[in-house]
């Protein structure tokens, strides 16, 4: 059993920057690829970034290529997100997920086996 828990979300006025963090619990963290999706109100959850387990490969949608970094810590079994110039469109709950098969199809929501519970991010204009 994998449990993920998010943190560092919050309120930021267009332009600014939020990190976020996912804990990991369990062991074999190191092994699992990871990624973060987001969920806006009315809207599916979308691929925004994954990283590898080895945490040389990233991968990132379009929107955010450029603006947000993926990395990992895997001696503090923690995945990070770092959001530079937000945009009012960056708007969501955003969830981390864990990949214990390291799948190719890292962008698809339904190969990640475990989820955070998501934490708010709010970017005003």
């Known amino acids: 059993q994998v449990q993920l828990v998010e943190s560092g979300g919050g309120l930021v006025q267009a332009g600014g920057s939020l990190r976020l963090s996912c804990a990991a619990s369990?062991?074999?963290?190191?092994?699992?690829?990871m990624a973060w999706f987001r969920q806006a109100p009315g809207k599916e959850r979308e691929f925004v970034a994954a990283?590898?387990?080895?945490?040389?490969?990233?991968y990132y949608i379009d929107s955010v290529k450029g603006r947000f970094t993926i990395s990992r810590d895997n001696a503090k079994n923690t995945v990070y997100l770092q959001m530079n110039s937000l945009k009012p469109e960056d708007t969501a709950v955003y969830y981390c997920?864990?990949?214990?098969?390291?799948?190719?199809?890292?962008?698809?929501?339904?190969?990640?086996?475990?989820w955070g519970q998501g934490t708010q991010v709010t970017v005003s204009s």
């Open positions: 369990g062991r074999a963290f190191s092994s699992y690829s």
């Open positions: 997920a864990a990949d214990l098969g390291s799948s190719r199809s890292y962008y698809s929501a339904s190969i990640y086996d475990y």
């Open positions: 990283i590898r387990w080895t945490g040389v490969n990233t």
